[in-house]
């Protein structure tokens, strides 16, 4: 067995009010791929930037040897010279720039602050290859996939010479395909001798990539286990994050019986949406659904299937050119052309990309919360802090936000405290209506369950909730319906007693087989 080529000591990392990491211990043998997992705030992202030099020597307390040596990290760029590389969740590339500009950018190859283009283009081509895409170096980042820029930056990471990579939630962004082969990546570099160290709450791609896995509860250490032997299951490791047993996934549901005479909390017909620019393509087409209240409807569908822009565009036309159709809200005509007014209809829209649309990153707990209903917490259009302050305590308290204070600014709060937040945002305002468009992406299941369980409660209080997921098993465990879309259409619909993964995949990919299917039929023809 390969000895160490890491080893971080007794970590101690502290920020005003908060202890991020409490004597945390981590070994990494040379050529393995090491995954370090816990629930949000456990401290993992906090630790890799202490060991790739965001958090500088001197700012935390304890020892880190690699190769042997004692490190002293005063920035990225001496962790970077070392060969220690970390990817971040949130990409650090420049869209409007070339590939090969993004792969050698700060590592320019020139002679006396000249750049030899031939060079650079040719040394990036044999990266991108070795990372297995085919786009030509000068292709615009802005020009390639989301799983293609994931890529890239590891192409960016092989020519910085990388002897121990590190992957914050690489596919958190991914659909399966692209992470697939993220994951397929992993393993070629492993069988080159890089060593790699990722952090992932999806306990299937540890078990698929990962060699020995670190796990991480409330800043500290508890264990680490070899994947591959028979006694660290699923729920082992997620015994360790959490600290008990998690029996049950998805909190205990009755399947909701509508009332046979009452209107639909939320009714669509016929709704259609032209994409933004192309104006000939339908990204929605002719969709009609309802959500009853006390009802959570599941909405699953493949990458581009539609329901984010069908979601968007119901929600204040936020997405694409509107082409027609009707919302009702308890049978009645509502319109709901702009944000404020499908707000003032009792609407709610919770965003998967809660950091851009979801947040203000830089402001506090309390004003993120208030900013959904604001008269709420004024007197004649003045805010009144103390009932905005003991608003925002009670969520902190009620939906178990983990942080000091709600004056903490909520950039600093792990993802699944951050969604937390933009729940609480919403239900503030008062919604009868909830759509959540992928609500648990990024968390790990503690947090995961703790949002079943709010999601669960407001529809117990007779909410209509409209659940986006791509991971069929939360749609399984939660919903009383579930609708499956495909190239912008319905597909199926799906009652609760009926649905499996095996179904809802079939009509998840009806277009394709479809168009498969007439495709053979014409050349049989």
Same mark, same amino acid.
């Given at each position: 067995?390969?000895?160490?080529?890491?080893?971080?000591?007794?970590?101690?990392?502290?920020?005003?009010?908060?202890?991020?990491?409490?004597?945390?211990?981590?070994?990494?043998?040379?050529?393995?791929?090491? *995954?370090?997992?816990?629930?949000?705030?456990?401290?993992?992202?906090?630790?890799?930037?202490?060991?790739?030099?965001?958090?500088?020597?001197?700012?935390?307390?304890?020892?880190?040897?690699?190769?042997?040596?004692?490190?002293?990290?005063?920035?990225?760029?001496?962790?970077?010279?070392?060969?220690?590389?970390?990817?971040?969740?949130?990409?650090?590339?420049?869209?409007?720039?070339?590939?090969?500009?993004?792969?050698?950018?700060?590592?320019?190859?020139?002679?006396?602050?000249?750049?030899?283009?031939?060079?650079?283009?040719?040394?990036?081509?044999?990266?991108?290859?070795?990372?297995?895409?085919?786009?030509?170096?000068?292709?615009?980042?802005?020009?390639?996939?989301?799983?293609?820029?994931?890529?890239?930056?590891?192409?960016?990471?092989?020519?910085?010479?990388?002897?121990?990579?590190?992957?914050?939630?690489?596919?958190?962004?991914?659909?399966?395909?692209?992470?697939?082969?993220?994951?397929?990546?992993?393993?070629?570099?492993?069988?080159?001798?890089?060593?790699?160290?990722?952090?992932?709450?999806?306990?299937?791609?540890?078990?698929?990539?990962? &060699?020995?896995?670190?796990?991480?509860?409330?800043?500290?250490?508890?264990?680490?286990?070899?994947?591959?032997?028979?006694?660290?299951?699923?729920?082992?490791?997620?015994?360790?994050?959490?600290?008990?047993?998690?029996?049950?996934?998805?909190? *205990?549901?009755?399947?909701?019986?509508?009332?046979?005479?009452?209107?639909?909390?939320?009714?669509?017909?016929?709704?259609?949406?032209?994409?933004?620019?192309?104006?000939?393509?339908?990204?929605?087409?002719?969709?009609?659904?309802?959500?009853?209240?006390?009802?959570?409807?599941?909405?699953?569908?493949?990458?581009?299937?539609?329901?984010?822009?069908?979601?968007?565009?119901?929600?204040?036309?936020?997405?694409?050119?509107?082409?027609?159709?009707?919302?009702?809200?308890?049978?009645?005509?509502?319109?709901?052309?702009?944000?404020?007014?499908?707000?003032?209809?009792?609407?709610?829209?919770?965003?998967?990309?809660?950091?851009?649309?979801?947040?203000?990153?830089?402001?506090?707990?309390?004003?993120?919360?208030?900013?959904?209903?604001?008269?709420?917490?004024?007197?004649?259009?003045?805010?009144?802090?103390?009932?905005?302050?003991?608003?925002?305590?009670?969520?902190?308290?009620?939906?178990?936000?983990?942080?000091?204070?709600?004056?903490?600014?909520?950039?600093?709060?792990?993802?699944?405290?951050?969604?937390?937040?933009?729940?609480?945002?919403?239900?503030?305002?008062?919604?009868?209506?909830?759509?959540? &468009?992928?609500?648990?992406?990024?968390?790990?299941?503690?947090?995961?369950?703790?949002?079943?369980?709010?999601?669960?409660?407001?529809?117990?209080?007779?909410?209509?909730?409209?659940?986006?997921?791509?991971?069929?098993?939360?749609?399984?465990?939660?919903?009383?319906?579930?609708?499956?879309?495909?190239?912008?259409?319905?597909?199926?619909?799906?009652?609760?007693?009926? *649905?499996?993964?095996?179904?809802?995949?079939?009509?998840?990919?009806?277009?394709?087989?479809?168009?498969?299917?007439?495709?053979?039929?014409?050349?049989?023809?």
């Amino acid at each position: 067995m390969a000895g160490p080529v890491l080893e971080m000591r007794s970590i101690i990392k502290t920020f005003p009010g908060v202890t991020a990491l409490s004597d945390v211990s981590l070994t990494v043998r040379a050529g393995e791929v090491h *995954a370090v997992c816990g629930e949000n705030g456990a401290g993992k992202s906090t630790l890799m930037k202490i060991l790739s030099g965001v958090h500088p020597h001197g700012s935390y307390e304890g020892e880190i040897l690699f190769r042997g040596e004692p490190c002293r990290f005063k920035d990225i760029g001496a962790s970077e010279k070392r060969g220690i590389v970390i990817i971040h969740q949130e990409l650090a590339l420049v869209p409007h720039l070339s590939l090969a500009e993004n792969i050698f950018l700060g590592n320019e190859h020139a002679t006396r602050g000249v750049i030899s283009w031939d060079r650079t283009l040719r040394h990036a081509a044999a990266l991108l290859r070795r990372v297995g895409l085919d786009e030509h170096p000068q292709t615009r980042v802005a020009d390639i996939g989301v799983g293609k820029q994931q890529l890239v930056e590891i192409a960016k990471a092989l020519a910085k010479e990388v002897k121990l990579l590190i992957l914050d939630e690489p596919t958190a962004a991914l659909n399966d395909e692209d992470s697939g082969k993220l994951l397929d990546l992993m393993e070629e570099l492993k069988g080159q001798g890089i060593t790699s160290i990722i952090i992932s709450h999806k306990l299937n791609e540890i078990a698929r990539v990962a &060699d020995s896995v670190t796990v991480l509860r409330d800043g500290r250490s508890i264990e680490t286990l070899d994947v591959k032997a028979p006694e660290t299951t699923e729920e082992r490791i997620i015994r360790g994050m959490v600290g008990r047993d998690l029996d049950h996934r998805f909190p *205990a549901r009755t399947p909701h019986e509508p009332e046979r005479d009452a209107a639909p909390a939320l009714e669509i017909r016929d709704w259609t949406v032209h994409h933004p620019i192309d104006r000939h393509r339908k990204v929605v087409d002719g969709v009609s659904l309802t959500v009853r209240r006390g009802e959570i409807v599941g909405i699953a569908g493949l990458m581009g299937a539609g329901r984010t822009e069908l979601a968007m565009s119901v929600f204040g036309r936020s997405y694409g050119r509107y082409g027609g159709g009707t919302v009702l809200k308890d049978g009645v005509e509502i319109r709901t052309r702009t944000v404020p007014e499908a707000v003032g209809h009792g609407i709610a829209y919770v965003t998967e990309d809660r950091k851009h649309y979801g947040l203000n990153l830089i402001d506090t707990i309390n004003r993120n919360i208030s900013l959904g209903a604001l008269p709420k917490v004024a007197r004649r259009g003045i805010v009144d802090e103390r009932e905005e302050t003991r608003v925002s305590e009670g969520f902190r308290r009620s939906m178990n936000i983990k942080a000091p204070t709600v004056f903490e600014p909520v950039g600093r709060l792990s993802g699944g405290n951050q969604q937390k937040v933009v729940l609480s945002k919403w239900i503030f305002a008062g919604p009868d209506v909830l759509i959540l &468009d992928e609500p648990t992406r990024g968390i790990d299941v503690g947090a995961k369950y703790e949002i079943y369980t709010v999601v669960d409660r407001l529809a117990a209080e007779g909410r209509a909730v409209l659940l986006i997921s791509s991971e069929l098993p939360e749609l399984l465990g939660m919903c009383d319906r579930v609708y499956t879309m495909a190239a912008g259409r319905l597909t199926g619909e799906v009652p609760r007693a009926e *649905a499996t993964q095996e179904l809802l995949m079939r009509h998840m990919t009806k277009d394709k087989q479809d168009r498969k299917g007439t495709k053979d039929m014409r050349e049989h023809a």
